[in-house]
């Protein structure tokens, strides 16, 4: 019998029908207005841009909608020879109304994007297309760049390490292509430059997130953070990293399911005791003492990092470094490195150099970047699972597109064997048997290590195999594109080329730019002709074998990923079979609890070398993949609101620095600063309704001297009859603005207005790193207070804000102190710089002579006793000088830049 919601939906249709059904009459206005289009010239394309940018001031831009997606499939056709499908406009019309489309692999999602994002920057605002790494980036952007071109309009891309001209031409562009990464780094870049015309970013308009869940969910739990040095502890890393291996199993508690490790009591004595005689912990003191944190924090890290990441799985040793790998995807995290010592902590049970640890100079989560955009959309394969997730924290909507063509992919029930040794059998026997018809196969594994294994596993039986993994990445779109080939074996972690279609028979672009590079005079058109025919015969002989078969080795924490893994298969209706292939040492059956399901196995008596294959295990294991995905998700949202308390601080004080970056007179800032510091020096010393003889006009006296550099006479003020503590507030004001118009007068009053800016930036940069430091210690103790039945978020949210305050009446005094410390050079002092900045110049000149043609700068000799680690031996060079490190560059753009 039926259900209800079941009657319900045959009636209705479900919302995901109803949202599909209300774009069909927008897609027929578009196709209705194609003839029209067709019939314009390569100048009237661009002519109907121009319009529209004009009528974009006056009319919504849902209302332009048919006729820009119009002019933008022309302009496709024409640049790219690709007409969009009618279900490609759907996707891009969900997209401008900030949705996510989830649209399966080989939809053409790349081509899609240009609709959307062609629309709403007729704005005039920026629209950016955000892609999971840099290839794509610069693929997408070349590839998509002739349309915008087509339709006059311009696009660039944003990479890492470049020229800082070009980057600010690319986001000036009206469509920039750019990685999740370097767009959240820019961000923060920016809100640490000094001058506007250095900013990079003009504002958050309109972002198209390619992979969205890749990038809003799976990258979202590690911030973005630029750091800078502190002290060296490598000693101490080694030191705790030689005790780690020597522990038992009863000295500590392993809980996979939680990713965490914490030590037992018997751990603890036995920390102790070695730590003791190692010289670490000194004589009389114990792990328990508050003297002990620092220790008791790096030995947390240590026994984190031996039992908690392996080589090869979260982390590979590449170049003497270590390198994180994505645990969703498989690619390897470049210059991305753990915090809280634990990074350095992995380097010590390496036996690498042991890099600096890093203070935070600013952070910001990918959440929370991406809600500074006005409308966000996205696009990806598998999005649905997480539906509730984009809902809550971007208020992103998720609308399954129709295929273009009927999805032919069989996807076969998952087959579990007892032990991982029968499961790898069954796999290579099925590989085997797929590469004897010729079928292309594609082995999903979820770690460099599995991969590493099953490869060894078919050398042995002679299968001649290709492996991408973190190790391979820069081959990547190659191995891909190869995946299709008749009678191809590829194995691939979770990455299986995300942004890469795998075409049977081969991917026809690939192979010519192969075959041009190895006959630059061979006519193009002739190689692609000759190419297009030999994989279009290529393509029939492998449907004729089955199509793409995606084999997986495991199942993953998120059914996402395994969706993503399957959608390789059946793209644009091709055949295709997928399977997954489990055993019950699995992580994901050993941890999540396979009791149950091995009971049953051992009643059905099964043979050795047997599968289990039903529905019902299918069922069950979903439910144990949802259970996982709903606790990710918790801990997100945990994570974030936290993070949301920095964030609504982080705005206050990036607002402020652009509005002292805009200001062109800071005069009434400063002095507003300076009227409050003295108000409060009042209070503080004649405090509010008590006797003159409880007045502190001494230490009021001194505070004044100190901080605003006023030599007033106070005492003999507060002697006099009939003065209150608003007289005295009076005078200071008084007193104070006739010491800073004299400084004015002094300096200048543009020198002046110059200096209030630098001091007031410099200081609000350097209050906010500390008190990122501070947020940081508060946030490691305050899930303590949960144990006195405190709620650690309310702690949180109530001590930061205290904090804060705190933070900006520091900022108050520290600015006013210095504006009144400041005097003009005098004559000596200033005859004593000139000589110094001509010494600079003529060391400049006698190294640009000895340089090379190229120009670049020659490395001299470190200064005498110079130490990297320790900027008390750097000396005192000015900004302009020469770095003591001997780089041959100015001190500001060198070890200045963190100074």
Not at 215 to 239: C, F, K, N, V
Not at 322 to 347: C, K, N, P, Y
Not at 392 to 416: C, F, K, M, S
Not at 524 to 550: H, Q
Request: with cysteine; glycine share 8%.
């Amino acid at each position: 019998m039926l259900g209800l919601g079941t009657v319900a939906k045959k009636v209705f249709g479900t919302p995901n029908d109803r949202k599909i059904k209300a774009t069909r009459p927008i897609v027929d206005r578009i196709n209705a207005l194609e003839a029209e289009f067709e019939a314009k010239s390569d100048q009237d394309l661009k002519d109907k841009t121009r319009e529209l940018i004009a009528r974009a001031e006056t009319e919504k831009l849902d209302d332009l909608l048919p006729e820009a997606f119009a002019n933008c499939r022309e302009a496709a056709r024409r640049a790219l020879g690709l007409r969009a499908f009618d279900v490609q406009l759907m996707g891009g019309i969900f997209m401008h109304q900030g949705n996510i489309s989830e649209m399966k692999t080989g939809e053409g999602k790349t081509l899609v994007a240009t609709f959307p994002a062609y629309l709403n920057a007729l704005a005039g605002k920026g629209v950016h297309i955000v892609t999971v790494n840099d290839y794509l980036a610069k693929r997408d952007s070349e590839w998509m760049s002739k349309v915008y071109n087509a339709l006059g309009m311009t696009c660039g891309v944003v990479y890492p390490q470049q020229p800082d001209e070009e980057k600010r031409h690319a986001y000036r562009c009206d469509v920039t292509y750019a990685t999740n990464n370097e767009l959240g780094f820019d961000y923060l870049r920016d809100n640490m430059k000094g001058e506007l015309k250095d900013m990079y970013q003009r504002g958050h308009f309109f972002a198209i997130v390619d992979e969205v869940d890749s990038i809003l969910i799976d990258e979202a739990r590690t911030p973005l953070i630029i750091s800078g040095p502190a002290q060296d502890r490598s000693e101490l890393y080694r030191t705790i990293d030689a005790v780690i291996p020597h522990l038992q199993d009863d000295h500590f508690k392993l809980d996979e399911k939680t990713r965490n490790v914490t030590y037992t009591d018997e751990g603890n004595e036995f920390l102790e005791q070695h730590l003791l005689q190692a010289g670490i912990l000194p004589e009389g003191q114990s792990l328990y003492d508050p003297e002990s944190t620092t220790i008791v924090h790096h030995v947390n890290q240590g026994l984190r990092a031996h039992k908690l990441f392996n080589r090869d799985k979260d982390y590979i040793v590449r170049n003497g470094d270590v390198v994180l790998i994505d645990e969703f995807t498989g690619r390897m995290m470049a210059g991305r490195r753990l915090s809280d010592g634990l990074h350095q902590a992995i380097e010590a049970k390496e036996g690498l150099e042991i890099q600096p640890e890093n203070v935070t100079l600013a952070q910001v989560t990918f959440q929370n970047y991406f809600r500074l955009y006005e409308k966000l959309g996205g696009m990806t394969g598998t999005a649905l699972t997480e539906a509730e997730e984009f809902a809550e924290i971007y208020r992103l909507g998720v609308v399954a597109v129709p295929t273009n063509r009927p999805v032919a992919r069989e996807d076969q029930h998952d087959a579990v064997y007892r032990t991982a040794r029968e499961k790898y059998e069954a796999i290579v026997a099925s590989i085997k048997e797929a590469h004897e018809r010729k079928q292309p196969i594609l082995v999903g594994t979820t770690s460099i290590e599995k991969s590493e294994f099953l490869s060894n596993l078919l050398k042995k039986e002679g299968l001649p195999h290709n492996v991408l993994n973190a190790r391979q990445h820069e081959q990547e779109a190659q191995i891909v594109a190869d995946a299709g080939k008749l009678g191809a074996v590829t194995i691939a972690t979770n990455m299986a080329g995300r942004g890469t279609d795998i075409q049977l028979g081969g991917n026809v672009e690939l192979k010519v730019l192969q075959a041009l590079e190895a006959d630059p005079d061979g006519d193009p058109e002739e190689i692609r002709a000759r190419i297009a025919a030999e994989t279009a015969d290529e393509k029939e002989k492998v449907k004729e074998a089955g199509g793409l078969y995606v084999l997986a080795t495991e199942r993953h924490e998120s059914r996402r990923i395994d969706n993503q893994l399957r959608g390789r298969s059946g793209r644009q209706g091709d055949p295709g079979k997928s399977s997954f292939f489990l055993s019950l040492e699995d992580d994901l059956m050993r941890i999540f609890g396979s009791e149950r399901l091995e009971n049953v196995l051992q009643k059905l008596g099964m043979q050795e070398g047997e599968a289990i294959v039903h529905p019902w295990v299918n069922k069950s294991l979903e439910k144990a993949q949802a259970k996982v995905e709903g606790r990710n998700f918790d801990i997100r949202k945990q994570l974030l609101k936290f993070d949301d308390v920095m964030n609504d601080q982080r705005k206050v004080i990036f607002g402020q620095r652009r509005e002292i970056m805009e200001a062109e007179d800071l005069g009434e800032i400063a002095r507003d600063m300076r009227l409050q510091v003295i108000d409060d020096l009042v209070d503080q010393y004649i405090p509010a309704k008590s006797y003159a003889d409880q007045w502190d006009g001494e230490g009021l006296y001194v505070a004044v001297l100190e901080q605003l550099g006023l030599d007033v006479p106070i005492i003999a003020w507060t002697e006099e009859d009939g003065v209150d503590d608003q007289a005295i507030r009076e005078r200071l004001y008084e007193k104070s603005d006739e010491f800073m118009a004299e400084k004015t007068k002094q300096f200048g009053p543009e020198n002046m207005r110059a200096i209030e800016k630098q001091i007031l930036l410099q200081t609000i940069d350097t209050k906010w790193r500390e008190h990122l430091l501070t947020l940081e210690h508060l946030r490691s103790v305050v899930g303590f207070r949960g144990y006195a039945q405190r709620d650690p978020l309310n702690e949180y949210k109530n001590e930061s804000f205290q904090l804060f305050e705190t933070m900006l009446d520091s900022l108050r005094e520290d600015v006013t102190q210095k504006l009144s410390q400041i005097r003009p050079l005098s004559e000596e002092e200033q005859r004593q710089m000139i000589a110094r900045i001509e010494a600079q110049r003529a060391a400049t000149q006698k190294q640009a002579e000895a340089s090379p043609p190229q120009g670049e700068a020659q490395a001299e000799a470190a200064a005498p006793g110079f130490v990297e680690a320790d900027p008390e031996t750097w000396g005192n060079p000015g900004r302009n000088d020469l770095c003591p490190c001997g780089s041959g560059r100015k001190f500001k753009h060198c070890h200045g830049q963190l100074a």
